[in-house]
T-cell receptor, first 112, second 115 residues
């Protein structure tokens, strides 16, 4: 079953704009991670935020976590055409440490 | 490149057949997880292997089975294939074991089509 629900399902922006993607989840978590997938290929890890953290940065990526609302957001600043991909949030629930539970993903299109 | 390699990359089987998918984990990693990704969906956890033992299983029937070898490579076996087994099968390695699952390193996947 899917734990995370990403929003929106699809996003189309112009190169140079910022892209904001949201994720909601249902259970208590140890950490939340964001992954990227290009066109049916393998997933690439972008960033991990632990349940006791509220914000994290990595290059052009900024992720926030609100455990009271069970939600997270991923911001990609100054987007590039190469950022076109599907983005997934995934959670590690407390008491289920062996697995990541993924959402259905967000399709991001960045127009040159 | 994550250093995780999967084979074969594509394969076609018919209903009722059996399939074996293989995965070589990244050097230094002792944990392998398998995920099934249907078209347009997020990956679904099948199971994880840590030091050659199953360490967690998702909601998949027993006809999905696996192995991990002493060199930490792994196999996923699916018996009595059904049409709904058509999917991208992803292997991911990590060095987390029974600790909290951190970053996973994914291979490019094996795309299985069942006719």
């Amino acid at each position: 079953s899917q734990q995370g629900e990403e929003d929106p399902q699809a996003l189309s922006i112009q190169e140079g704009e910022n892209a904001t993607m949201n994720c909601s989840y249902k259970t208590s978590i140890n950490n939340l991670q964001w992954y990227r997938q290009n066109s049916g290929r393998g997933l690439v890890h972008l960033i991990l935020i632990r349940s006791n953290e509220r914000e994290k940065h990595s290059g052009r990526l900024r992720v926030t976590l609100d455990t009271s609302k069970k939600s997270s957001s991923l911001l990609i600043t100054a987007s590039r055409a190469a950022d076109t991909a599907s983005y997934f949030c995934a959670t590690v629930s407390t008491g289920a440490n062996s697995k990541l539970t993924f959402g259905k993903g967000i399709t991001l299109s960045v127009r040159p | 490149e994550t250093g995780v390699t999967q084979s074969p990359t594509h394969l076609i089987k018919t209903r009722g057949q059996q399939v074996t998918l293989r995965c070589s984990s990244q050097s230094g990693h002792n944990t392998v997880s398998w995920y099934q990704q249907a078209l347009g969906q997020g990956p679904q956890f099948i199971f994880q292997y840590y030091r050659e033992e199953e360490n967690g299983r998702g909601n998949f029937p027993p006809r999905f089975s696996g192995l991990q070898f002493p060199n930490y490579s792994s196999e996923l076996n699916v018996n009595a294939l059904e049409l709904d087994d058509s999917a991208l099968y992803l292997c991911a390695s990590s060095f987390s074991g029974r600790a909290r699952t951190g970053e996973l390193f994914f291979g490019e996947g094996s795309r299985l089509t069942v006719l």
